[in-house]
Structure formats: structure tokens, C-alpha cells
């Protein structure tokens, strides 16, 4: 049984996949979802400085991506909460899945293979490899 579900989401229509995935599966009532996004630590200009006031131009994207999250929150008849982080990708996903102790992680895969999986990186095979729950990856229709 699912108790507590990472559902790692990013910007891309993809993510519109996830939810779909997530909402059809048979999931007991008091399942926890969890709705995470990670933003790369190459997107450094993201960065925000918790020390001083922001601007609205600084927080901006933050808002974007919180938007993005709870507009896909509302759509869940779970329990849920959001998580943005800085970092890696593959590692934020997995150090939220031990804090929370997921039984489960879902993410997309982009699909990439060959010369540009190996440039571009495969978060969601090392989200794979390296989680220590079950990972359900979504692949893109096509």
C-alpha cells in the first residue's frame, strides 16, 4: 500500500502526465501526496537570499512554480503538501522521499536516449537507482 507519494514535477507538459497517473491510481483515502519540485542549482539566478527582503521580481519565479503546484494540488482528492528546493534534481528527490518516508516516488522521463541522455543526465534513472522506495516513471505518449 501507498501511504506517502513524492510526485516530483518540473515545468514541461510531462508533468500534466504525472498528475493524470497519479489521480488513476487506486489509492487509499488517507494517502499523503507530496507535490515537489526542484530547481537546478544551474539555475542560480533562482537563488534566493534568506537573509533580506525580496523583490517581487525575485520571488517571482517561486510564485510561478507555486502556482504551478497548487493548481495540480486542487486537482487531487489526497491529502497534500508542497516541497520546492534548490539542488539537484535527482538528489532532492530522493533526500524528500527519506524525509517523508515515501512508499513511492512518481516522476516523468523525458525519453532521451542515447548522446543526449548522456549529455543532458537522466534524473529519472537516477532517481531510480539510487531511491530506496518504489519508483513509478511516467514516459512521455509517442
Known amino acids: ?20 497517473t497519479i489521480q488513476h491510481l487506486q489509492l487509499s483515502p488517507a494517502a ?30 517561486y510564485r510561478h512554480i507555486e502556482k504551478q503546484l497548487q493548481a495540480y494540488q486542487g486537482s487531487l482528492p489526497f491529502d497534500s ?5 534548490n539542488g539537484d534534481p535527482a538528489e532532492e528527490i530522493i533526500r524528500l522521499a527519506n524525509i517523508y518516508q515515501a512508499d513511492l516516488i512518481a516522476i516523468g522521463s523525458r525519453g532521451l536516449t542515447g548522446v ?4 543532458q ?6 532517481v531510480v537507482e539510487d531511491a530506496s522506495c518504489s ?4 514516459k512521455p505518449v509517442g
Not at 501511504?3 to 493524470?20: F, H, M, Q, W
Open 121 to 126: 543526465g537522466s534524473v529519472s534513472s537516477q
Open 81 to 85: 503538501q508542497l516541497e520546492i528546493a
Open 32 to 61: 499523503k501526496i507530496i507535490l515537489a519540485h526542484v530547481i537546478p542549482t544551474s539555475d542560480s539566478d533562482l537563488e534566493i537570499a534568506a537573509d533580506r527582503p525580496q523583490s517581487e521580481a525575485e520571488t517571482l519565479p
Open 135 to 138: 519508483v513509478l516513471v511516467v
Open 116 to 119: 543526449d541522455r548522456i549529455l
Open 1 to 20: 500500500m501507498f501511504n506517502t507519494i513524492i510526485v516530483a514535477l518540473d515545468s514541461s507538459e510531462l508533468s500534466d502526465r504525472v498528475i493524470k
